[in-house]
């Protein structure tokens, strides 16, 4: 069976710093795999993905996350953290060929301090 | 163009009350998602359209549970008698294609049911 970890519930950062939300998969072949951001009061919304090719995928406002198979990771960054980052951030995976339900990690939600 | 809504956003119930709980997916998309969101906890799948085929329901907890879509569109999850610990978040999302797990997903709001 598959599962997302989502390392630590709550990430605080100050306003232009480094953005790390970590996320840990587990599946018996290499899912495929994503981030969502969830705004207060709006539906979740897709940051990015990871399906084939590119480990390191490029996803709206800046964020980024690279697939590491060896390590079964999928860890979202950004460079420079901004106030409007503020949210709470999904990993989820769902399996090649299936159905496409996704899985989802617990959450983490960002605080960026001024 | 519109995007996934769902109605109501807010819902409170007393224990033992039906409540049914609506999707209206993006215009033209094949599939149709539930999910439910405890507090503190990511979504979890609840069951899953093909056009009005109901593919999957593995996820529903129970047979107080179901779900319908039966024009392909507009799709309504019913809790019967529901009870406390059904309260919770629930989520409707939709996708272009039929099956295709690396499809986007694009979810609704979300309804927020409180049961007393």
């Known amino acids: 069976a598959q599962s997302v970890t989502q390392l630590g519930s709550h990430v605080s950062v100050s306003e232009g710093a480094l953005v790390l939300l970590r996320c840990n998969y587990s599946s018996s072949v290499p899912p495929y795999l994503f981030w969502y951001v969830q705004y207060p009061n709006q539906g979740l919304q897709l940051l990015l993905k990871y399906t084939t090719g590119a480990t390191l995928v490029k996803g709206i406002n800046g964020f980024e996350a690279e697939f590491k198979k060896s390590e079964t990771s999928f860890h979202l960054t950004k460079p420079s953290a901004h106030m409007s980052d503020a949210a709470e951030y999904f990993c989820a995976v769902s399996a090649p060929g299936s159905q496409g339900n996704l899985i989802f990690g617990k959450g983490t939600k960002l605080s960026v301090k001024p | 163009g519109a995007g996934v809504s769902q109605s109501p956003r807010y819902k409170v119930t007393k224990r033992g009350q039906d409540v049914a709980l609506r999707c209206d997916p993006i215009?033209?998309?094949?599939?149709l998602y539930w999910y439910r969101q405890a507090l503190g906890q990511g979504p979890e799948f609840l069951t899953y359209?093909?056009?009005?085929?109901?593919?999957?329901k593995s996820g529903l907890p129970n047979d107080r549970f179901s779900a319908e879509r039966p024009e392909g569109s507009i799709s309504t999850l019913t809790i019967q008698r529901t009870e406390q610990r059904d309260s919770a978040m629930y989520r409707c999302a939709s996708s272009l294609l039929a099956r295709g797990s690396y499809n986007e997903q694009f979810f609704g709001p979300g309804t927020r049911l409180t049961v007393l």
């Open positions: 359209f093909n056009y009005e085929a109901q593919q999957d």
């Open positions: 215009s033209g998309h094949v599939s």
